[in-house]
């Protein structure tokens, strides 16, 4: 890889951002993913030029030729992440660096450009700073999402000589509706996300598009999220639609599935891991049947399992259905260990509890 090269940032101002009146009735009940800030950054590559054209700019409608790849080879990844409001005041990232490694990874796999690094961390730099007066009160925070696809007019399979790399910002509240709640999940019996070789470990929109007919079956019974297995034999519990999960046992020991190309390396997931060995406790990441979940949960062996990600943090698992049945874990409420890691987690990225591994950027 060659040297990194600093890319000066034109920066435009919207000459008309939504006023001050507006944005607190919008920041009111945010949701998930609905409303958008301003601004985004934009970064432009191409074959003969390498990144080029880095701007801050108001937020607007994208012009693609039709001809564009991503439309016709899905050549698009992307990330998520979050800035969030102190208790001190100022705004920080949470372990931000590893979101760009991600992206460089999952650039790799699909044969795209690798964004440096510091190119990327600027980049949500120049967003954040711009619109930070847009994190909701309260428990609210800004997701942000940085994303790039193949944008050159080319219809042939090959990697795209043109790229667009783009970051965009939504005011958000509560991921699950009903807010921290334990969720219901539904067992795909008929899809699996991911096979070895494929995508699994990164983040493009493919993955997700093919989740999405699970998550409607998922819905469609009355639950919150899907829970895929394995590709192969089609017994091992891999993760959620989105989202990493963790087993919580008699003995306070935790279990998570192991990285192994079919599962996303998440960013929240490795950070349980350390807070969880950091209380002495034991995790393992192991493979564990849908069949030994089942059975631990009726005997009592398993108490609480939890789901985890950037965009919901930690939500405790409270049922799980299949088409044969259903059951619950412990009391179907979660559980005293996920509250627990859930706690001292966001307590790290508000500032409350001391961060130990300079996981926490400040940024204003």
């Known amino acids: ?64 030729d039709p001809a564009a ?49 510091p190119t990327f961390l600027e980049a949500i730099d120049e967003l954040v700073q711009i619109d930070a007066h847009w994190i909701p009160p309260g428990d609210g925070s800004l997701y942000l999402r940085p994303f790039m696809f193949a944008s050159e007019p080319f219809l042939g399979v090959r990697p795209a000589n043109e790229y667009l790399f783009v970051v965009i910002a939504s005011a958000v509240g509560a991921y699950f509706k009903g807010g921290s709640k334990a969720v219901r999940v539904w067992l795909s019996q008929d899809y699996t996300r991911a096979a070895p070789g494929g995508t699994g470990a990164i983040k493009c929109g493919g993955n997700y598009a093919a989740s999405l007919v699970a998550q409607a079956e998922a819905s469609k019974h009355g639950c919150d999220q899907v829970v895929f297995l394995d590709a192969v034999e089609h017994r091992w519990v891999e993760e959620l639609g989105g989202m990493n999960i963790f087993f919580v046992f008699e003995d306070g020991s935790l279990l998570t599935p192991p990285l192994g190309g079919t599962i996303l390396p998440g960013i929240t997931r490795d950070s349980l891991i350390t807070l969880a060995r950091r209380e002495g406790l034991t995790v393992r990441e192991e493979r564990y049947s849908f069949e030994q979940w089942r059975s631990d949960a009726k005997s009592g062996k398993l108490r609480e399992a939890f789901a985890c990600g950037t965009a919901a943090v930690v939500s405790a698992i409270g049922e799980v259905k299949t088409t044969d049945g259903h059951f619950t874990i412990g009391d179907g409420h979660g559980g005293p260990v996920t509250d627990r890691l859930k706690s001292k987690l966001i307590g790290i990225q508000r500032g409350e509890v001391a961060d130990q591994d300079g996981w926490v950027r400040k940024v204003l």
């Open 69 to 117: 790849a991503v439309l016709h080879y899905a050549q698009e990844i992307f990330e998520g992440l979050k800035a969030y409001r102190l208790t001190s005041g100022g705004v920080a990232l949470f372990r931000p660096e590893q979101n760009a490694r991600r992206f460089q990874a999952s650039a790799t796999r699909l044969a795209m450009p690798l964004l440096p690094e």
């Open 1 to 64: 890889m060659s040297a990194h090269r600093h890319l000066p940032f034109a920066r435009r101002p919207h000459h008309a951002p939504v006023a001050p009146d507006a944005l607190a009735s919008m920041l009111e009940s945010p949701g998930f993913g609905r409303i958008f800030t301003d601004h985004m950054v934009t970064i432009s590559w191409s074959e003969r030029q390498g990144w080029y054209d880095a701007q801050l700019r108001a937020r607007e409608p994208l012009t693609l």
